[in-house]
């Protein structure tokens, strides 16, 4: 069966911390993964990634992909509260429709 | 820069009440969604849409029924409302094709009660 894990769940740091984000998967056909923010609205997109080792990057964000042993992680260096939020991941395998994580719930203290 | 629409945004209904949440995307994608997320869960895919007249149950399908009679409209209708559905439902659209096909856009969020 498809699934997707991300950890930690939840996670506190402090402004200005680095923090790594998990995300584990078992897909058929795996096509892309896709990784998320969501403060206390709508999932707003980050990264799509497609091929291993290639790392994707926007501003303090950053994302790679390992296809090999099927994980992919979100960096966020130099924390600020505004990165406050869930962090979801999701794979798209075969079927049409995306599979998502539990999600990780991420705080930022001042 | 509309993107994904839906609405309405609130609403509180009563046990048995029916309702329509509606949905409509101006980015001329094929797939449509309708996610429904609980406090602290992720995100459930009630039904999904890959073009106009074709739709397909998600996971939690059931009490609710779509529509597709357009590229641009996925309106979910909810009949006899249950206090189990009490939750923010998101509609979302994605190409379905194309490097970007599974990159998903998600619309504002319908926070629903049921009293």
């Known amino acids: 069966e498809d699934k997707v894990v991300q950890s930690p769940l939840s996670l506190v740091v402090h402004e200005g911390d680095t923090v790594t984000l998990n995300c584990s998967y078992e897909?058929?056909?795996?096509?892309?993964l896709l990784w998320y923010k969501q403060e206390k609205k709508a999932p707003t997109f980050l990264f799509m990634l497609t091929s291993s080792g290639i790392e994707k990057k926007s501003g303090r964000l950053s994302s790679i992909l390992d296809k090999k042993e099927l994980f992919s992680i979100l960096n966020i260096t130099a924390t600020q509260t505004g990165d406050s939020a869930v962090y979801l991941c999701?794979?798209?395998?075969?079927?049409?429709?995306?599979?998502w994580g539990l999600g990780t719930s991420l705080a930022v203290n001042p | 820069n509309a993107g994904v629409t839906q609405t309405p945004k609130f609403r509180i209904l009563k046990i048995g009440q029916s309702m329509t949440l509606q949905c409509t995307q101006d980015?001329?994608?094929?797939?449509m969604y309708w996610y429904r997320q609980d406090p602290g869960m992720g995100l459930k895919l009630i039904y999904y849409s890959v073009g106009a007249g074709i739709t397909d149950k998600g996971e939690v399908p059931n009490g609710y029924n779509v529509s597709r009679s357009t590229t641009e409209d996925f309106p979910l209708r909810l009949e006899l409302a249950a206090p189990s559905q009490t939750s923010v439902y998101f509609c979302a659209s994605s190409p379905g094709q194309g490097v970007n096909l599974h990159t998903i856009y998600f619309g504002e969020g319908s926070w629903l009660t049921v009293v």
């Open positions: 897909v058929t056909n795996f096509r892309s």
């Open positions: 999701a794979n798209a395998g075969n079927n049409r429709k995306l599979i």
């Open positions: 980015m001329n994608h094929n797939y």
